[in-house]
């Protein structure tokens, strides 16, 4: 890992990175505040939507309404060291699977030295400490989604999990029917501090809600739940995928009936 110091200057809106590789500079801006290139000087500029570049440029004027911030590579010695470190990055950006656009001086830069390879990775060293990303990064895991349908309606599921043993239909939209005869976890799992959970404090009133329905373990009436998670919240504190628990005749998950992909 490369270690880098450098100096910070804050005003209002714009960011100064500096000394961190001879003269060279960042300036890091909204691109509401739209700063032009400095007459008579050598100059890079990358536009980025959110965290990730979209555009190696040396103009400055460019408008795009994807583009939320701006960083100036300021101090380059010419013309066309700015295309050189451009080129650089460009690569760089393409091994992290990045397509970013550029000028055609820049695409078309050949014969890169060992110095401006250097400078690219201390200016993506930099600009990394400040968020911005020259790699495409997989998206968070998104919880699945779930659509009922009227063929699932008629579906009869069995939940065997833990203590817990049960059917549940899912009749409505909002409407988990668990039959009568299933049987409930009665060991409530705790924090590690002693104390009951969230899950399991939402399973004892779920409980108690429908207590007329319950006898002791067992459930000894049809019980109408809104929603799969509730039934295995009632059935067995919660603490797993229910959408994985409950199974057709055939093994076949709720999940895989009604996910949506």
Sequence with gaps: MMKINFNVEVDSDIIRASDFFGKVSLMIYPIQRHVEASKGQSELFIYFKGNVPILLSTNGNFKDSKVTRVVKVQGLKSVDESFALGKAILEMAAKGN???????????????????????????????????????????????????????????????????????????????????GAKLDNQIPLNKDGSVGFAARLAQKLRSDNASAIDGDKTTQDIVLKSVNEVGTLLYFAGTNSWKILKDGNGKTIDEYTVVK
């Design 98 to 180: 990045l397509k970013v656009q550029s000028d055609p001086e820049i695409v078309n830069k050949e014969n890169l030295d060992s110095q401006i390879s250097k400078l690219s990775i201390h200016v993506l060293t930099v600009l990394k400490a400040f968020g911005f990303l020259f790699k495409k990064v997989k998206p968070a895991f998104a919880k699945a989604q779930h659509r009922w349908n009227k063929d699932v309606s008629s579906i009869v599921f069995t939940i065997d999990y833990h203590n817990a043993k049960g059917q549940a239909i899912w009749k409505k939209r909002n409407q988990m029917v668990l039959l009568k």
